[in-house]
């Protein structure tokens, strides 16, 4: 007997339009339980030969009735459907794929679900709140103070930065940045946790830090050519190349972060020294000239 094979009898007496309410009865519900089996349900539907447009305007639909600054760059999404949002973006992205689209790449669109599905699975409900939207505003000023011309605004497919602060805990991660639909979601950290990975607000620049890497290099696992000759070479010169978008974050992090009120939040400036947080800041300055 195959696994999951009652639900998908179920799905399967789904006509088109029901298909289309309970998708968007699953985001409107917005709980963990729901979230899991919508994308359940998508990974099915794209196991079938299921119309993907009545899948597309479903998702779309919910995205335009709660996503309504969704155009204008460093919008914050917060509040009780946010997973929801993230989740009806995350699918968008999914479906409208060039790959998905042109070449029918079910099996590229099952890895991502998947991956999904387990993100989704490991969020936990919790009592503690995610960094407020007056701290973001603080944090987006800060950038917008070191790149007064706001380059990471849209990314190469000009979507806009957005983002989204999560009501849930994961054990997985704290935050990602996902550069096809420019998005930074960040979980809710719990103080405890906070001690040992670093606070919510300079794990927020972090993410910022990648999709300024990735305005750059068009790829989430290649630092610009420069980092490597002005940064690298002298601070890290033993950094494997895997690890060295990581360094270009928190070195952007430091670079933002440093004389600003949220210098305490940021553990590497003082460790580092003034010498390398200068050279750091330097390098910074210089490539958001360039770009
Ligand atoms: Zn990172």
């Known amino acids: ?82 997973l929801s949002l993230f989740v009806a973006r995350y699918i968008v992205m999914v ?54 011309k706001r380059k990471i605004s849209y990314n190469q497919y000009d979507q806009p930065l957005t983002i989204f602060t999560i009501d849930f805990e994961s054990d997985l991660g704290n935050s990602v940045y996902h550069p096809a639909s420019n998005l930074i979601l960040l979980n809710t950290i719990p103080f405890e946790k906070q001690a040992k990975v670093g606070s919510a607000e300079y794990i927020f620049i972090h993410e910022l830090g990648h999709a300024l890497q990735c305005k750059i290099t068009e790829n989430d696992f290649k630092v610009p050519q420069s980092f490597k000759s002005k940064v690298v070479k002298y601070i890290f010169p033993e950094a494997p190349d895997e690890v060295l978008p990581e360094i270009f974050a928190d070195c ?27 050279m750091i800041e330097t390098y910074f300055k210089k490539l958001i000239e360039k770009i």
Do not use: C, W
């Open 1 to 82: 007997m195959k696994k999951n094979s009652v639900k998908n009898e179920y799905f399967d007496l789904l006509t088109e339009n029901d298909l289309y309410f309970y998708i968007i009865e699953l985001l409107e519900a917005g709980t963990l339980n729901s979230l899991v089996e919508l994308v359940d349900l998508i990974i099915y539907t794209n196991q079938q030969n299921i119309n993907v447009d009545i899948l597309k305007q479903a998702f779309l639909e919910f995205i335009t009735d709660n996503d309504y600054l969704n155009l204008l760059p460093f919008t914050h999404i917060q509040g009780s459907n946010t």
């Open 95 to 148: 479906l409208f794929s060039p790959a998905i689209e042109g070449r029918n790449d079910k099996k590229d669109a099952d890895t991502a679900y998947h991956i999904l599905l387990n993100d989704v699975k490991n969020y936990k409900e919790t009592d503690k709140k995610p960094l407020s939207h007056k701290t973001i505003k603080g944090l987006v000023s800060v950038y917008e103070n070191f790149d007064k």
């Open 252 to 278: 952007f992090s430091i670079a933002l972060m440093n004389g600003t009120k949220y210098e305490d939040k940021n553990l590497f400036i003082k460790s580092f020294g003034n010498v390398r947080v200068e």
